[in-house]
């Protein structure tokens, strides 16, 4: 069946430094990657999202590439700041019903950046 | 574009009560709408899905229900709440061609 599994689970960098996130996904029918942060105690908020005839997508600090022939997708953040600290979420999603998709989330990752 | 409101924000329910939660939809029209669960901050548990007025599918049997009533409302109800209906729950939309799905602030439910 369909699975997303996300990697690390928590992650601690040094405020200015990279954090990375990766994923991976079952289905190749999967078409769409989005990311989400949640702080605590608040929904989770789209911050970056890529289709699946892109391999890469950047917007200022946070970029996302996508690797479909391994089914790898991955989070970069650069120069992180201590307001990057959340809890990410990856989702792959899968059409079906011919009028929406479903979303696939991954089990998110807690990153703490120390200051 | 579209704003997700959801409401209450917080509710504490004693086992056996009924429950009512209201997601509305505004920005845009004819939304599909998704209901979710999350425990313990992890994880996203895809609970309902509409994609239009009185079109309710279930994903996960339970002591749950969801219906809508109106093309920018969605609701989630029960009729005797369990202890493990115990969470996060989040409404979450996005347009009948789109594929971004945006969240609601979400309600924490705790049932006592």
């Known amino acids: 069946g369909e699975n997303v599994e996300q990697h690390p689970s928590t992650l601690s960098v040094q405020e200015g430094d990279s954090a990375v996130i990766k994923c991976t996904y079952s289905?190749?029918?999967?078409?769409?990657f989005p990311w989400y942060k949640q702080e605590l105690g608040k929904g989770p908020q789209l911050i970056i999202d890529?289709?699946?005839?892109?391999g890469e997508k950047k917007d200022q600090r946070i970029a996302v590439t996508l690797n479909k022939t391994a089914k790898h997708f991955s989070l970069h953040i650069t120069e992180t700041q201590p307001e990057d600290s959340a809890v990410y979420f990856c989702?792959?999603?899968?059409?079906?019903?011919?009028?929406?998709?479903?979303?696939?989330f991954g089990t998110g990752t807690l990153l703490a950046v120390q200051p | 574009s579209q704003t997700i409101h959801q409401w209450p924000a917080t509710l504490v329910q004693p086992v056996g009560s009924p429950l009512s939660l209201e997601c509305t939809v505004e920005?845009?029209?004819?939304?599909?709408l998704y209901w979710y669960r999350q425990a313990a901050g992890r994880g996203l548990q895809l609970l309902f899905y509409?994609?239009?007025?009185?079109?309710i599918s279930s994903e996960v049997p339970q002591n749950l229900s969801a219906s809508r009533p109106q093309d920018r409302q969605f609701i989630l109800s029960s009729k005797k709440l369990l202890l493990s209906d115990s969470g996060f729950y989040l409404c979450?939309?996005?347009?009948?061609?789109?594929?971004?799905?945006?969240f609601g602030p979400g309600t924490r439910l705790t049932v006592t």
């Open positions: 989702a792959a999603a899968y059409p079906y019903g011919g009028a929406t998709n479903k979303l696939i």
């Open positions: 890529i289709r699946s005839n892109v």
């Open positions: 920005g845009t029209s004819n939304p599909n």
């Open positions: 289905d190749s029918a999967s078409n769409y």
């Open positions: 979450a939309g996005n347009t009948g061609t789109g594929l971004e799905q945006y």
């Open positions: 509409s994609v239009g007025i009185g079109q």
